[in-house]
């Protein structure tokens, strides 16, 4: 199947500002569309089904593994979360840059099956930073802030798996670059088959043309 | 050696408009140096040593071989000319990103000694529109048109050698677009490793202090 759009995985440590960067790129730039997980745990107050996740019955997501409906799926708590793999081509085969928010052993799972997927890793400018904005949201307590920074450790030694690395620190900034990564990609030859095999059919034709 | 600028090599058909696309570069962003090659052959009316090509001796340009001290070099219709290896370093170890402007041949064997420099392809959005360039530029004969049409063919043919490939139809787009791509390849893991390395020691700091 060739896709005209390219599946945008993002990851990053918690506090990394991940949120606030993917509503960014879909408010400035046309050519986004955020990926909806699919999970069994409860809605949260103010989550709505088919904006945070689409919220379903253990029994409905079992049913989707076993239809290979899901791109990639975790078991976090008791709960599933994953990624419903039929609005991802949908958004894809419609020229749709589709943007991915997940941890990294998601994002190696997604990687094996869309091989040409970019995957991006968000980073604060520093350590001490990430740790005030941990703080600053002032809703964890200080253990939740130790297990983040803990797993940020974790997270930290995945990093060269990704493709880019991009620094949040200016969030207009953070999302131009972005931004200018998935330009990029849209460039690489293997994206382009197309028009290069017109233009050298083209050419041709000239030459002779010319004799 | 460690190069903080990244070594940009445009090539592309005679016609695509690469000259007028590098002078936007130039102008529109200020993270970029020209480089410019040396040649043996003497200046054409209005061209200018040390902007529009190094000119010197064929002894010199021999000294120079001896020493390494040329990027690539090639010799055409009696003639040398080759990329000094100097200027290039010195631009990117003070962070510059050099364009180098050079035919296919020059570009992989940049490519061998600088296995990071970005190859990028420029193409015309048609065959028949890089004609009628060539054309209307109204100084060639049929002849040279028809040669140069021919050169496309054989050049087209290495495309996929090349990192990227952009379509210079609007020339701030396709600057942009180029621009873009050096960007991307600025966050390329491997460039940023010494901000990584640093991350990482802060955030293991900030865990056992937690502790």
Redesign the interface.
């Known amino acids: 199947m060739k896709h005209k759009g390219i599946l945008v995985v993002v990851s990053g440590f918690s506090g990394a500002g991940k949120g606030t960067l993917m509503k960014r790129m879909i408010q400035a730039y046309d050519n986004y569309a955020l990926s909806v997980s699919m999970t069994t745990r409860l809605p949260r107050e103010g989550e709505e089904d088919g904006r945070d996740y689409f919220f379903v019955s253990k029994e409905a997501f079992e049913e989707k593994i076993g239809q290979d409906g899901l791109v990639e799926y975790a078991c976090y708590c008791d709960n599933y979360y994953g990624t419903p793999r039929e609005y991802v081509e949908e958004q894809l085969a419609a020229g749709k840059d589709v943007i991915l928010e997940i941890e990294i052993q998601g994002a190696l799972k997604v990687k094996e099956k869309f091989p040409t997927a970019l995957l991006l ?1 968000v ?2 400018p ?3 930073e ?2 005030r904005r941990l703080v600053g949201r002032g809703t964890e307590t ?1 253990e939740v ?2 297990k983040r ?2 797993r ?2 974790e997270e ?2 995945g ?2 798996s ?6 949040n620190d200016d969030l207009g900034k953070c999302a131009g ?1 972005l ?3 998935v ?3 849209h ?3 293997f994206r ?1 088959e197309g ?2 095999g ?3 059919q ?6 002779k043309g ?2």
Chains 1, 2 share one sequence.
Not at 162 to 167: E, G, Q
Not at 202 to 207: A, F, I, R, T
Request: aromatic share 8%; glycine share 0%.
């Open positions: 890793f980073m604060p520093s350590a001490e990430l740790r200080e802030i130790r920074l803990e940020a450790v930290a030694r990093i060269e990704y493709d880019y690395i991009v620094i670059e931004h200018s990564i330009v990029a990609a460039h690489a030859p382009n028009f290069i017109n233009i050298r083209e050419l041709d034709v000239l030459v010319e004799k």
